[in-house]
T-cell receptor, first 113, second 114 residues
Framework: DAKTTQPNSMESNEEEPVHLPCNHSTISGTDYIHWYRQLPSQGPEYVIHGLTSNVNNRMASLAIAEDRKSSTLILHRATLRDAAVYYCILRANGGTSYGKLTFGQGTILTVHP | KAGVTQTPRYLIKTRGQQVTLSCSPISGHRSVSWYQQTPGQGLQFLFEYFSETQRNKGNFPGRFSGRQFSNSRSEMNVSTLELGDSALYLC?????????????FGPGTRLTVT
């Protein structure tokens, strides 16, 4: 699986936007970019995913670079409940890869009141 | 809809024993994946089951095994427990049709091996 690189930690203030970067320079043309987060004492939670175009949902936005070698997860207004470890994951398309996620170390997001 | 449930939530075992963990996926989800989470190695994929068949397997020794039943419920078994097997074991379910990619994780089973 292609690898991703994320900062170990980031900090934000409540109600401010947060931009979480992810580098994936070895991404292949069919790899999807997924983001999951893990709140303390919980299992990971799906946030968003995309292939080439920017994506928005109720939780966040995903901005994908034109060359797809990097992406940014955007939380528009951070809340204390957004404090979590955020994982950027590349998932190969098709075949037996659907059920397998390869997690890196993720970014620990701290949100200050 | 009820989420993914895992039982038991906490378990303490002794080295050399075996353990069975259970996972009930979200209703209608046919794919179940298992992961191990430790402070040192992070989240690592164990295996995935779909329609009672193992479809994908991670890099774990044969002491780790699993199965899936016709109702999509899944169990994983670890035999001859070692201290290093102490971890949070997570299962995740997925619809597995229509190009769905989201995995829904349970709260995990915390296994402590002494």
């Amino acid at each position: 699986d292609a690898k991703t690189t994320q900062p170990n930690s980031m900090e934000s203030n409540e109600e401010e936007p947060v931009h979480l970067p992810c580098n994936h320079s070895t991404i292949s043309g069919t790899d999807y970019i997924h983001w999951y987060r893990q709140l303390p004492s919980q299992g990971p939670e799906y946030v968003i995913h995309g292939l080439t175009s920017n994506v928005n949902n109720r939780m966040a936005s995903l901005a994908i670079a034109e060359d797809r070698k990097s992406s940014t997860l955007i939380l528009h207004r951070a809340t204390l409940r957004d404090a979590a470890v955020y994982y950027c994951i590349l998932r190969a398309n098709g075949g037996t890869s659907y059920g397998k996620l390869t997690f890196g170390q993720g970014t620990i997001l701290t949100v200050h009141p | 809809k009820a989420g993914v449930t895992q039982t038991p939530r906490y378990l303490i075992k002794t080295r050399g024993q075996q353990v069975t963990l259970s996972c009930s996926p979200i209703s209608g989800h046919r794919s179940v994946s298992w992961y191990q989470q430790t402070p040192g190695q992070g989240l690592q994929f164990l295996f995935e089951y779909f329609s009672e068949t193992q479809r994908n397997k991670g890099n774990f020794p044969g002491r780790f095994s699993g199965r899936q039943f016709s109702n999509s419920r899944s169990e994983m078994n670890v035999s001859t427990l070692e201290l290093g097997d102490s971890a949070l074991y997570l299962c995740a379910s997925r619809i597995s049709t229509g190009g769905s990619y989201e995995q829904y994780f349970g709260p995990g089973t915390r296994l402590t091996v002494t």
